[in-house]
């Protein structure tokens, strides 16, 4: 995989925010040219902290992923494109129905026909998300369950994945979607609850503030952490197997709520815990327990994820009690 | 069901064109107050003759489904919405993609969101179509068979079925998906063969053309005829127990394509067929054999299709041979 990237011209859009960045870093590690498109839209979580150590080694355009003039040439010459820059909170997607749908559909469209232009055979990776997913009959999710998404956020990211099955399929464009769980760690912004809630605690926490848990938090989701998040982001894009494939994301190990609140709070030795009723908007697009599977994406990768969720964590942690100024 | 839609406020998104005008013409029989939206695109369906006997029965307006200041007040007093318009070529949706998208998802989520906030409660009955299945691997098709267009015209729709499923789920709006496979009957617009072939056959049959069919012409297809589709229609707007369903509708009669055209041949008594191989652009979309399963639709209806397709033919030819100059 070293090198796979080596001098490959990898674009990432949404390049400045959380896995966009964290590729980026890892990118440049391993001798690619970076190319970072970001908005930097003020509610996103765009960041220049996050490339503070690189950014002598890459090349940063700060632009909508949407401008088509801006995009174009940096397709035309792009090996690989990491395809993040979107919407990304599904409690929001609500309230900007059409803002959703233009970034978490559209830009995908119109990146896909330029890349059917002018580079088809540019591989792509799109981060879809478990949303797409809705609440799920089945225990353990796997990649050809249903897909009933219960918010614009998951309908939108959906329809994306359905834009890349079908360029691949017409067209050849090879891309591969992975539908990445709850992802958390260093460079995630922690400015509001609406993305991460285990950055979000970590702050509360380290702020000594009671952290609110919603019923009885019993709700079972699937954590990732960042770095095996990348590590499973560069094998599939180095793999010809991945092509035209639907991976599930996620560490394979279902956590209740309540309890990755008490890691959070043993980690950090500070702030406290309260259970309160559900509020209406959120009980919505509730979508239950959550336990993914990922035996798909082992097998096409060798990959394993290698952080549990207490050392994640504490890693996490770690980095903001370095830098959180950088990120409230 | 008559006594359903008297003096009920009626909306068609797309009333002037084939389904949309055979639905008023019905409907202002049954006694309800039709409005009908409509935005004459040149290139679609809408037509001033389809609804030339029913004139002074109804309300026209020509605007936009998009005009939010149009359908608004329009949505506010409806009981109940048939939402037609649309761009309706699955092979055009390729040139021009991101019209495609605006008019066959965005306006539906317009139109959602305009309910949401100013009537939740009216009844809405979607256009769908079985191109959101894509290529089948099923001998036939149920509504619960994986959804994998290989169009975008496909894609958008699906889209638009997510945008109903998830509003009825999470505010309650009552939609039923009419997934609609291949309809033919007077009032289609003949004018190029974009949308029913049908149709296009019949006019090129009438004017001694030689039909030339692609391949063999052994790929499966339902059609269905326009009187059976409204019956169908109405009984679903009238019913509970379709609500929050997604319905195929079609004959449940499977007929070779190279069938059609001979049926065609023998009614019309002119033309002439010939067998020329796929152009490049058509094969990708090519969804192979098609055979769908209308048992949902008629445990919920009671409904059952009237119409033998030499039958449907023949009615079809015989408004035309009437009303030729007014679909050319």
Redesign the interface.
Known sequence: MKEYYYNKNVLITGGLGFIGSSLANRLVELGANVTIIDNMEPLYGGNYFNIREIESKLKVIIADVRNTSVIQPLIEKSHCIFHLAAQISYIDSLNI??ED?DLN??AT??LL?LCRKYNPEVRILFSSSRMVYGKVEKPIVTE?C?T?????YG??K??SE??L??YY??FGIPSTILRITNPYGPRQQIKHSKYSLVGWFIRQAMENKVIKIYGEGRQLRDYIFIDDIIEAMLRVGASADAVGEVLNVGSGISTKFADMVKLVLECVKSGDMEFISWPKDYE??ETGDIAVDISKLQEVTLWKPDHSLEDGINLTYQYYKKNIHHYI
């Open positions: 129905p059409f749908l559909s559209r469209l119109n026909e050809n249903d009933n998404p219960l918010s614009l309908i939108h959906l329809t359905k834009y099955l079908m399929k017409d919505k697009v």
